[in-house]
Each structure stands twice: as C-alpha cells, then as structure tokens.
C-alpha cells in the first residue's frame, strides 16, 4: 500500500507541474493580453502605461520566477486574481466546480452502470448482438454532442416539458430540480462514453470466459447469473476501471461543448468564456483545477486495482 | 458564433454612447412595433423575475463595466436623474437640478435626502462627490465624458459640477442609460475590487451573492433601505446568462424565463409562440470607411470613391435578408425619427451599380481597388460584412475581411487605426453626444481622427443651441455626413424583447426602445 | 468535446509477421461493414478533390434573396444565411476540413512512430525518459492545453491541429513501443541482428511490416475525433470563421446559430460529420479485428453453455442400482466426433477409473456427464442417466439441479479452478448456501467442517486466504471440500493428483479413498497413472482414441490386461520397470480424432495387427474391444 501510495504522489506531482509549467509556457507566449485586459478598453493608450502594467502585473520578471510566485500564491492558497472581474480566481471557479463534477460523476455512474450492463450482456450473448452493439456505440460517439444537445433540448424540454431548457440548480438547494436539470446533459455526454465502456468490458468479460475457473463455478451448480455478475465481472474489472478513468479525463472535454449549450455555470463554460477572452489567469486556474481532478481520478483508479487485484490485497 | 452575441454595442463601445432621448415635445412614434397586448398589471408584489441574457458582465462595477450590460446594474444602483419611459426626466437621487449661469458649464445638483445605501448607511452629498472623482478615475467608458471637471459640495445636500468645455447634457449622462450617474456607497468606494463581483448601491435591488454565480446567474433582492417601496414590483429578480439566442427562446417557450432581449434571428419564432414582442429602432448598422484621409487606402480619400460604395449597396436586398422584421434599410447615421433624421436622405443613394463603377473610373480607378475591413461577430455584422463585400465585388472593389471572435480584439484592432474600415453597430444619439462618439477627431469611432472644418462647425453651432434650430442643426450634421459618405449605413434595426404574459410594462419607443428591469410589473 | 479519440487501452498486440498482415486484408475484405466504410472514405475524398468540378456554385457565391431556403431543385441541399449553396460548400468545406485532420493525423504519426520505435527498440535509458514523458503527457486533460494553444493563436486551425496531434500522440506511442518491444524479442529479428543487418534495415524490413496493423488502426480512430475536435472547436468559435471559407466545422457552428430560424440545415452539415466520424471509426475497428484476430477464450458464454440433445432411446436397459449409467455416449465437436459409442457404469459408493493417454477422450467423458463440454461440442448420440434420470436432454438449467448436488467435479488444475478475486471461504460458503440455503454463520461453520474433512490444518486460517496464496495440495483438498459441499451422490474427479507431487499425492489419493468409504458417494476417477488407478478404483476402463477398448475390475486389468493397448501401457509404466532395462514405449503417435480409421483405432501401432482388425469396427465383447485379445499373462 505505501508504494502506491509513494508512486501516485510522484506521479501527481509530476502531472501537476507539467500541467501548470506548461500553462505558464503558453500564457507567456501573449503577454499582450493580460495588459489590454487590465487597461480595458481605453483608446488611447501609451507604451508607458503599458509598461507599468506590465510590471504590475508582474510580466516583466523572466518566467521561472513568475512560475515561483505563482506557485508560492498557490501554497497560500490562492491562485490569483481574474484581471476582468478582480474576482480572486478561487472564489470564481470555487462556485463552478460543483456542477461540473456533478455533470462527470452523474456521467461516470449512468454510464458506467449502462455500459458495464450492455457490455456485458453482450459477452454473455454474442453473435448478432455483439455486431449491433459494437455499430450502435460507434453511432453514439460519431453524433456531434452539441449536435445531439440541441435535438434533445427541442424534443424533450421545449416540446414536451420534461426537463428544463437550459440551467443548473445546486444540489444541495433542490435535490429534485438539480436531478431534471442534469438529465439531458448526462444524456448527451453518456452518448460519447458509450463505445469505449461498453466495448472494454465486453472485451475483458470475453476473455474471463475463456477462464478455467468459469466451468469450475457452472459444475459446482451455481446460477448464471452469480457466475457473471458476481465473479466474471470482478474478474474483468481491471481494464474496465482503466477506461474510466481514461473516459473520465475524456468527459472534462465533453462538459466544455455540453456546458455551452445547456448554460450550465461549470469549469468548461468558463473555459470557454476565458478561451475567447484571452482571460489567462482563469485558464491557467482552470488548468490546475482539472489537473487536481485528473489526479483525483487516478488516485481512486489506483485504489480500485488494489481492491480488485487480489495479489496486492494483504492477507489480513 | 454559437454564443457570445455581445450587445455591448448596442449602447456603446469604447466612448461611444447611445440611448434614445427625445425631448418631451417631439413626438416618439413610427418605427416601433409590438405584437401581442401588454397585460394589464397587478398591484400585488410579484415573486420572482427571471430574465434571461445572451452574455453576463465581466464584472459588476458601474464605472468599468461595459455599459451595454447596464441591466445588472440598474436594479441595484440608482441614478442621479431617471429617464422615464416616455423619454422624460424624474428625479432620482438627485430631486431637482438646473445650469447655472450661461454657457453650460456649470451643473447644480439637489440631492434627496433621507437615501440609504444596501448596506443601511445615509447618503451625503460628499458621497456624490466622491463617486464623480471615482468615475474618472476609474477610466472606463464614462471618464471621458466627466475628465477635467471638478466637483463640490456646495450645500448640505447640494453638489456642483463645474466643466471645462460646455456640456449641454449632463442630465442625460447622469441617467440609468450611462452609469455615471450611479451612487457607489463609501465601502464600495473604499475597496473597488469588490465592486466587481457585489453591488453597493441605493437602487430598488441588491445582488445576493450567495445565490450568484458569476458569469452565469445573478440574484437580487429587495434592498430594505430603498426609499419607494412601491416601486418594488419583484421578492426576487434572477437574471441568467444564456449562451445562445435559441436557449433564451426556448425558456421563454417553457416559461422558465419571464422577460429577455430578443434577437433577428428568433423574432418571427417568438411571435409565433404567442410571446409579447416588442421593439423600437434603435441602433444602425453599416460600414464605417474610417480612412477618410487615405493614409492606408488612398481610393478612400476621395469622396466618389465613397458615394460609389454606397450606391453599390444594395440596402433593401441584405435587409430582407438579414434583418428581415427587425431593420428598415437606412442611409443615415440614425433611426427614422432618431437625431437628425431627415427622410429624404434615404433617397441619396439608390442601389446604382453602374453608377458607382463610373464615379469609381471618374476618381481613377477604373479597375477598383483593394481594403481590409474588421468585424465583429455579433448582430450579424460578419454576416453584412461578407454580404457588402460581395456587392462591392461587383463594382471591383475587393474586401479583406478580418473576423474576429473576440470583442476586445475587434475593438482593439478598429480603434487603432490600423483597419480602414469596419463594420459597426451604433446607437442613435443626440449629436452633442454623437460628435465625441462617432465623428469627431477625437472620437473612438474615427481612429484616423480624420477632421472636417465644415463639420466641426456645424457641431459647435448645434451644441449652443436650442428647439427648433437645435433640430435643424442635427439634420444639416447628419447632411453633412451622408452627403460627403463618411459611412456605408445599411440597415436601422432595434432590439427586440420578448416577454411571456406574466408580466408587464415592456413596451419600448423611440424614445425609450430599452425595457428598464425595474419597471417590469406582474400582470395580474 | 471528446477531443480524445476512443484509444486502444488494451496494451499492444503479438507480433504478426508479413504472411499474417496479407491474411489481414483479406480478412478485411470479406468484412462488409470495412468494405462500405473504406468505399464511403475513398468516395468521399475522391468528390472533394473534385469539388470544383462537382460543386454547382462557388462555395461563396451568395444569394441574398434566396436566404435559408430548403432542399430544392437550384440548391439540392438548401442554403445558408447569405444565401450559399449548401452542398458546394461541404464540397469545399470538406477539403478544408479533411486537411485539417491530416494535420493533426500526421502530426500524431510524425510524433508517435519514431519515438515509439526509439524506444521500443533501443529499450534502456531511452525507453525510460520517452516512457516518462509519453505517460506525463497522457495523463495531461488535453483540453486545456488545447484550449490554451487556441487562447493564444486564435482562429489558427493548423495550430489547433498540431496541438492535437501532440497531445494524442502517446497513446500511438505506447502502442508502438509495445509491438516494438515483442518484436525485438522474437528470435528472427535477433537473427537479422546477428547476422550484421544494420538497425534501421532490420526496423525497416521485419518491424515496420508488423506495426502497419496498429498504426492504421490508431490512425483511422485518431481521424475520427480529430474530425470531431474540429467540429467542437469550431462550433465554440475558437477556429477559422466562415468569412475565410467553410468548413464542415463552421457550417454546423453557422447552422447551429440559426436553429430557430432553419431547423434543416443542421442536418447535412451534422450529418456529413456523423458520417465520416461512423466511416473512420468502424474502419479502425475492422482493421483492429482482422490484424489481432480473436484468441480462443473470447467466445460468448452462452456458446459455452449446453444446449439439450435430442431424445434418446438408451440401448440397454437401465439397472435399478445404477448411480450412472452411460449408454453408448458419440461427443461431436463440430464434424468431428471426439467420443464414440462409450458406455460405463457406477453402482452407489462404487470407484471407477478411466485410463488412458491424453487426448483418448477420458476427460471429454467426464464433462460429458456434467455437460460442460467445450464451446461447439454436442451429444450426438447415447445416453446419460443419473439415479435413472437422463442428462443429455436436459438444458442448461435443468442441469444446474444435478451440477454441485448429484454430481460433484474436481479438476486437474486446483488453484485455477477457484476464483481468483475471492477468498476460498467465500467459494465455499457460496456454494455450500446455495445449496442449502444456510445461513451466514452456519455456512461458515460447515465450511470449516468440510476443511477439516479433507485434512486441511488450522481451517479457519484458510478461509481467509486466496486461491493463489495456496499451494498444489491445499488447493486441490479445498477443491475437494468445495465439491463435496452439498453432499454430491457421484464425485468424478479429472486427474485430481497429477500436478501433485509423489507425497501429497499419496494424501489426496487416500482421502479420496476415505471419503468414498465414508460417505458412500460414488466415484469416478480419471487418470493416466495406473498406480492412482490401483490405489482406489474397483473398476477401470481404458480408452483410447475416443472409445472404450478394455474393461475390468482393478484385480484382472492389472494383472492380466487383455487389450493390446493395455498391456502395452501397463508394460510401459515406469513403477514396474526394471531397472537397467530400456523403457519399452509404444510406438507411433494416437490419432487425432479427426484421423481415426474404420476399424480398429490400434492397429496402425499395435504388434498384433492383422488386416482382420482393420476391415471393420471393433465390437466390444465380454469387456474388450479387440479381434486379437491377450490371453497370456504379461511377463514380469
């Protein structure tokens, strides 16, 4: 347990500097925003004022020593300010972060559970079905997801008023409107994750029945379904957790489109708003913001091996 | 694009201000339509409002917010002076105001006693004092218009301001349409970088922060301390930010939204889902050929060139196409009815392609010639862009268009004088008010800072003065720019709103074509 | 956006020489889905480098009076906001597009395969840094840094692009690094290596043919989500606006934009992408199934599971005392038989031995029973009756009744019969709770008893452990505790012994015995050992090449084998070989099952051979199939 733990902290931290670094290197590559931004939009503006701002803010220091302060700020907990709004960049994405997670995890369970259960049914089945399957989750990845989003808004929210339109309610506010509220997005995102999951676990629980132990569990007289659920898929976990995580990482892309089009106030429309602002002590605060939940992910992926992997698990 | 229909411009970009005013005595009609009937209102307190937004603000401070977004502050800070729906003015915070002596340089103010801020503290006449000096040196969009004056507490509650140059306006610029007149409480002055993300005025409303979400929902209010209790019409006001103009029609559809600006490409939609529409003209969109003087494109210094341009402009065609319900084809730099609006100059220039290629042969360039042109993404104005420049196109006239997403950087690249023409959107203004604007050497909207003798004469006579001859003067101003093409003006649109029947009080003029938030009512 | 396309997390495939990658696409060929997918791609860039000669109208041309207009006559799919033909401009579009994702598809080949190769092939501390960097890089939420890159050269769609090639790119290295690494080890390379061939001949002539598989098979997923990217991207606004042409990205962002007003043109512009994603895609797929192929465990479980044979009519009348009766039992597996006419008999508390060499179908018989035969593989013909029910005509849940509670199974293989992920308490609990429906504690208590029964010490120790913290013998006593759980009438066990050595197997063997005394449970034992046959069996029958050749009890079979086969087995055992003296073996191979002759399977190798046995099938008369039976007793 403690290398695990040893290797996931190396990693981490591995991943967290490279995330941020090389943020800071791309940041640095257009200075020019962060001064316009703070200037705002005065016509006239002279090479003087630009200059002061400039050091200001800071920008004129050479990088590893802005990278120093940055991460000095970090370890007391900040991470700058927003120069459009003064907001300090925590309080902005603080308030953000909930509903994208609940957007991802909601995702991660629907989705799991669908497509572990597809999956496998169709290694338990075979033949026609395996075929249909494999076409029908290509289908739902090859939909553009806004694509998809704008489909299911006009059928299931403005024609038939299940769901709300477009909005986001907190979860601890109104549990019941926050779970309308997540229904088509999650939809639309479980579209995408479909293929991968599905065809993983179909894949792993194929080659567990190809196991010795498998006709072992069908002579001693237990039911079909204690032999698949129980054992099979335990056995087949591994790789499946994998994807997840992989799929996980992948869904912080996805809630970037899914976000704009159901204006839900997460991480990815902010990104995207601080995309198209130039706004670069938001992105490389949402850069971290992501890297932490990357490395939350594959702490909880590591943990999953070693419950599952009966050769790390200590005899008690 | 998908979202970021920013209406900044609608009202204003860089100094550039708009807001219709139009003294009592003109009468505000023509060019406004509605469908559906207002609903009659209900004396009882409404729960909540929801207004939906394409685009939230960067930041909630009145004086370096983009004054286009002035709904999220006009809920919570109150003016100086309002300007009432019909295009008069009320008292606000202030009760009563006059010029004193002659000239226009000198401004009384009579402050209303007895205001508290939100945050229960009374309001002194050193307050009002305090947020002029902020305003200007805030350096947003309003400092330029307040830069060099100086203000005084004259009175317990009393407060002047003393101009350099004559401003005949100061009343319009101190109502809810320019934030400068918006009272900033002593904490909010004391620490600006809250400002940004919470509201320290004395308006109807405050913002909730606690059930805020910055750039997606905002929440207000009652403010206890508000001095006309009746004028509350709402428990609550949530204004939500949406990123595209079918999501704002789609809440309205479903009645999760009861009030929003609407959009040309929604409007036939929404009258069609039985939604009050209203509009008035407002704002024109075109072409500004700001190289007058030819530094980068020398075709542009002669003013054939630029008549040519403009009877190669085939207005009604890219009306009917683009602003189809929500824009008339206009030649001049105003709204039918607006400031200085003479009917008769939209019949300068005819749609006349053969004409335009011989006044260009005439000007020596029989082959045509080559520009670039900036424009923005919103209002459709990529969409025109390519649209003239295709017509152009037909006369020999090449455009290189440079489109760009990003507002500041459209902003940024026409304003610099670098682009020699571009497209913009502009609100109809009084001429005082238009000159330092749009095209005066000075002006934000003339980075070439091109002068003219003759207009700038014009200007200065206009701004002295007054009635009847102030009218005459706006109209030969106005003249004066179609005549010598200064602009390629296309289309007189407006903003539309569209509201469901569980509200009232959105009608719009020309006078006064933008819904105030707070003088929305329930409808009983 | 799902800016990462589907990577292949299954870590690299075998090696597969140049012979396999032609079998390869003809694999591919005859799969139909890859044929209309490879057609639609070909088709598709072949119309979009013809686009100026296919496009009806130049993709700008606007028509400001025919705005929004729907499919018709003049413009077949419909027009946009300025009036522009639909169609020419996915023509156009497409090109623009399609260039766009070879960008980022070369940029991800360019920065994938070499590194992967490097680090494959030279391993060491090359191997190391790349594998460090690539896996930094893959773990990194390609988003932001594509976000970023985007923030900073906006409407820059090669920037874009190659920024998403870079980012993907190691999960192309970790594949072709992984294919490298097994190939460097196969044993032609080292001969190529040895043989003086400089690095980048050997790369180029046995390595490179070998990563074609997986290099197309990233490439064609990578060209689905970098098409996908594209269209994210655009639809948010970050690449190139219209005004500079269209693209399939900016026509469904435009489209999108105007939804409220034209509801069709989302469809062409969403629908090419969809398309083209599907057709990149499946073709990924396809190509992933030909070069990997499916290994042997990867069938479905309900192929594996019994399907009820057709009613029999037994051939000989059923005894009253017989616990089990096979009657004249024909396995098929496919055409080909496995099993042939093999009939034996168990009385209650009774032990019975099959003998034989691998491969004679003593295991077949024993799974046979229990109707666990391998995936394809049926009863023909004959029968198998269990306390006088038959077997072969019940399905697979009927079945389940007997399996466990009437007949128990104890396999060769003890530590891989258990699952691995669970403790053996918890197996054999299950098992003993299903069959009992007991309770938690009193499972508990019971499996201790049974672990006990089979001499296991400190069984409560054991419950805790896991299968592969066992050993041989620890194992195969749980396995035996496992079957004897709900009380089985019948145990077979499939060479219970024969992955034990001498000392355990003595053990195992004598509880076996035990237990049958015990408990009066029949037994079937199958094994190859004619010492484990004598150790505990009554009865035994020997079988050779799917059929029964000889049956006896253990007293005459032993001492006086009267089958060819069986003397010769006998003679060749080593425990009664005399020392100093060559082992006589028998000569010549068993057939395999789809080569057996008409008459008698022996006689190719037997010493008594006459054509007599050869002319015909051999009947099996007073216990031995044979024309030329043994009658001497066999010389010490």
Redesign the interface.
């Known amino acids: 347990m403690v290398r695990i733990a040893i290797r996931w902290l190396v990693s981490s931290a591995a991943l967290l500097f490279a995330v941020t670094a090389l943020t800071f290197v791309l940041a640095s590559l257009a200075p020019g925003s962060a001064v316009r931004a703070v200037l705002g939009a005065n016509t006239s503006v002279t090479p003087q004022q630009c200059a002061q701002v400039k050091h200001q803010l800071g920008l004129d220091e050479p990088l590893p020593l802005q990278y120093w302060h940055w991460l000095y700020n970090l370890l007391h907990g900040s991470l700058g300010t927003d120069l459009f709004s003064g907001q300090p960049v925590t309080a902005a994405l603080g308030t953000r972060i909930d509903a994208s997670l609940s957007l991802i995890v909601a995702t991660i369970v629907v989705s799991g559970l669908a497509d572990v259960t597809v999956g496998t049914v169709s290694a338990v089945r075979g033949g026609v079905t395996g075929r249909i399957l494999d076409t029908l989750t290509v289908f739902g990845f090859a939909l553009p997801s806004f694509w998809l989003a704008l489909i299911l808004i006009e059928v299931l929210a403005v024609r038939v008023r299940l769901f709300p339109t477009t909005g986001y309610v907190a979860l601890d506010s109104d549990p019941g409107q926050w779970l309308r509220g997540i229904v088509l997005p999650v939809l639309t995102l479980s579209a995408g994750t479909t293929a991968a999951i599905a065809r993983q676990t179909r894949d792993s629980m194929l080659q567990v029945f190809g196991r010795d132990f498998i006709t072992a569990l069908r002579s001693r007289g237990l039911p079909l379904r204690v032999i698949v659920w129980k054992h099979a898929l335990r056995n087949a976990a591994i790789p499946v957790v994998t994807t997840l995580g992989v799929v996980f990482i992948g869904l912080l892309g996805g809630t970037v489109l899914v976000e704009q089009v159901f204006a839900i106030p997460g991480l990815g429309e902010a990104a995207v708003t601080a995309t198209t602002n130039h706004d670069l002590a938001m992105i490389e605060g949402i850069a971290f913001y992501f890297a932490i939940l990357v490395v939350v992910v594959n702490l909880l992926v590591d943990i999953s091996y070693a419950v599952l992997n009966p050769k790390v698990r200590v005899a008690v | 694009?998908?979202?970021?229909k920013i209406k900044h411009v609608v009202r204003t970009?860089?100094?550039a201000l708009a807001g219709g005013m139009v003294v009592a005595t003109v009468a505000a009609c023509g060019g406004t339509s509605s469908s559906g009937t207002q609903p009659a209102a209900s004396s009882t307190t409404g729960g909540t409002l929801t207004v939906a937004g394409e685009l939230g603000p960067?930041?909630?401070?009145p004086e370096?917010t983009?004054q286009a977004l002035c709904d999220f502050e006009e809920l919570a800070y109150e003016p100086l002076i309002v300007r009432l729906e019909n295009g008069g003015l009320a008292p606000g915070l202030a009760t009563s105001w006059h010029y004193a002596g002659t000239g226009n340089t000198t401004f009384v103010l009579n402050l209303r006693g007895g205001v508290r801020f939100s945050d229960g503290t009374t309001m002194t006449a050193q307050d009002v004092v305090n947020d002029f000096q902020y305003v200007v040196k805030a350096?947003?969009?309003m400092a330029p218009y307040f830069a060099g004056d100086s203000f005084a507490v004259t009175g317990p509650l009393q407060v002047t301001i003393t101009a350099k140059t004559p401003n005949p306006d100061f009343p319009f610029l101190l109502t809810q349409d320019y934030n400068a007149g918006d009272i900033i409480s002593p904490d909010g002055l004391k620490d600006?970088?809250?400002?940004?993300?919470q509201t320290f005025g004395a308006g109807p409303y405050e913002l909730d922060a606690a059930q805020t979400?910055?750039?997606?929902?905002y929440t207000y209010t009652p403010n206890p301390y508000y001095y006309d209790k009746a004028a509350v019409h709402w428990k609550k006001v949530v204004v939500?930010?949406?990123?595209?103009?079918?999501?704002v029609?789609?809440?309205l559809?479903?009645g999760?939204v009861n009030l929003a600006e609407g959009d040309a490409?929604?409007l036939?939609?929404a009258e069609q889902a039985g939604l009050t529409v209203t509009q008035a003209p407002l704002l024109w969109e075109g072409a500004v050929l700001a190289d007058r003087d030819g530094k980068m494109v020398k075709a542009l210094a002669n003013v054939q060139v630029r008549q040519a341009l403009n009877y190669a402009t085939?207005r009604s065609?890219?009306v009917?196409?683009?602003f189809a319900g929500v824009g008339t084809p206009t030649e001049q730099v105003t709204v039918p009815d607006g400031y200085g609006y003479l009917a008769s100059l939209n019949s300068t220039y005819p749609y006349d392609p053969a004409k335009a290629k011989q006044l260009l042969a005439a000007a020596g360039y029989p082959h045509g010639f080559t520009m670039s042109m900036v424009?923005a993404?919103y209002d459709?104005e990529?969409?025109l862009?390519?649209?003239l420049a295709?017509e152009w196109a037909q006369v020999g006239v090449k455009v290189n268009?440079i489109?760009?997403?990003?507002p500041?950087?459209y902003?940024?690249a026409f304003?610099s004088g670098t682009v020699p023409s571009f497209i913009a959107t502009y609100g109809q203004q009084p001429i005082s008010i238009e000159g330092p604007g749009l095209f005066l050497p000075t002006a934000?909207f003339n980075p070439y800072h091109t002068a003219s003798a003759a207009l700038q004469s014009l200007y200065d006579q206009d701004i002295s003065a007054s009635g009847t001859a102030a009218t005459a003067l706006d109209q030969k101003v106005e003249s004066y720019l179609v005549d010598n093409a200064w602009f390629v003006p296309v289309a007189a649109t407006g903003i539309a709103w569209y509201a469901t029947s569980s509200v009232t009080g959105t009608e719009v003029t020309t006078g006064a074509p933008l819904v105030e938030l707070y003088q929305v009512e329930p409808a009983s | 956006m799902t800016a990462a396309p589907t990577v292949n997390v299954v870590a690299a495939e075998g090696p597969a020489s140049a012979r396999r990658s032609q079998g390869a696409i003809a694999a591919l060929a005859r799969n139909p889905l890859a044929v209309i997918c490879a057609g639609y791609l070909f088709l598709l860039l072949v119309a979009l480098a013809a686009a100026p000669l296919l496009a009806p109208y130049s993709p700008n041309a606007e028509d400001l009076t025919h705005v929004l207009a729907g499919p018709s006559a003049r413009h077949w799919l419909g027009t946009d906001q300025l009036g522009r033909d639909v169609t020419s401009r996915l023509l156009y579009g497409g090109r623009s597009s399609v260039i766009d994702v070879l960008v980022a598809t070369g940029t991800f080949l360019l920065a994938g395969i070499p590194l992967g190769l490097l680090a494959g092939y030279l391993g060491g501390t090359v191997d190391r840094i790349v594998s460090r960097v690539a896996n930094v890089l893959f773990a990194l939420p390609a988003i932001v840094i594509l976000l970023m890159v985007v923030a900073i050269f906006p409407n820059d769609d090669p920037v874009a692009m190659v920024t998403l090639g870079i980012i993907a790119s190691p999960g192309l290295l970790r594949v072709i690094r992984g294919t490298t690494l097994a190939i460097r080890q196969e044993l032609f390379v080292r001969a190529a290596q040895l043989s003086g061939l400089r690095t980048a001949t050997v790369l180029r002539r046995h390595v490179l043919p070998s990563l074609a598989g997986p290099i197309l098979v990233q490439g064609s997923l990578f060209c689905a989500g970098a098409l996908m990217a594209e269209s994210g991207l655009s639809f948010l606004g970050l690449l190139r606006p219209d005004s500079t042409g269209p693209t399939w990205g900016n026509m469904v962002a435009d489209a999108a934009n105007v939804l409220g007003q034209d509801t069709w043109l989302l469809v062409p512009t969403g629908g090419i992408i969809a398309l083209t994603v599907m057709a990149f895609s499946l073709l990924g797929d396809a190509v992933r199934d030909a070069t990997v192929g499916r290994s042997i465990g990867s069938v479905p479980l309900a192929r594996q599971l019994t399907k009820p044979s057709a009613a029999v009519v037994p051939q000989s009348s059923p005894r009253g005392d017989d616990l089990l009766a096979i009657d004249g039992l024909t396995v098929t597996l496919g055409d080909v038989r496995l099993l042939t006419n093999v009939s034996l008999t168990v009385r209650a508390g009774e032990a019975v031995g099959i003998a034989g060499e691998s491969g004679c179908g003593k295991t077949i018989t024993a799974r046979a029973v229990l109707g666990l035969l391998p995936p394809g593989g049926r009863v023909a013909g004959g029968s198998v009756r269990f306390g006088g029910e038959e077997l072969t005509t019940l399905t697979e849940r009927q079945l389940n009744r007997i399996r466990g509670a009437g007949i128990a199974l104890v396999s060769q293989d003890a530590v891989s019969s258990l699952d691995p992920t669970y403790t053996v308490g918890s197996q054999l609990c299950e098992v003993i709770r299903h069959h009992t429906g007991a309770s938690r504690r009193a499972a508990r208590q019971r499996a201790v008893e049974l672990l006990a029964t089979v001499r296991l010490a400190e069984p409560e120790a054991i419950l805790r452990l896991r299968p592969h913290q066992l050993s041989g013998g620890m194992a195969q006593r749980a396995g035996i505790a496992i079957a004897l759980a709900a009380s089985p009438r019948l145990l077979i066990a499939d060479e219970p012994t024969t992955a034990l050595d001498v000392t355990v197997q003595r053990e195992v063997l004598e509880l076996l015995g035990d237990l049958r005394r015990r408990l009066g449970m029949g037994l079937v034992l199958v094994t190859h050992d004619w010492g484990v046959l004598a150790e505990v069996c009554d009865r035994a029958v020997v079988m050779y090449a799917g059929e029964i050749v000889e049956e006896a009890t253990i007293d005459r079979l032993c001492l006086t084998p009267r089958h060819p086969y069986s003397a010769a087995l006998l003679a060749a055992n080593p425990q009664l070989a005399s020392p100093g003296r060559p082992l006589p073996v028998i000569p010549g191979r068993v057939p395999a099952p789809s080569a057996w002759p008409a008459g008698c399977r022996f006689a190719p190798r037997c010493s008594r051979a006459t054509p007599e046995c050869t002319a015909q099938p051999v009947q099996l008369d007073a216990g031995v199939r044979c024309v030329h039976p043994v009658t001497a007793e066999v010389d010490a």
């Open positions: 694009m998908f979202m970021r970009s860089s100094a960067t930041t909630l401070n370096t983009n350096g947003g969009q600006t970088a809250a400002l940004g993300t979400v910055s750039g997606s929902t939500k930010v949406m990123g595209s103009a079918e999501a029609l789609d809440a559809k479903t999760e490409s929604t036939k939609a085939d065609t890219l009917n196409a683009l424009t993404d459709q990529n969409l862009a390519q649209a295709q268009i489109d760009d997403a990003n500041s950087a902003e940024q304003v934000a």
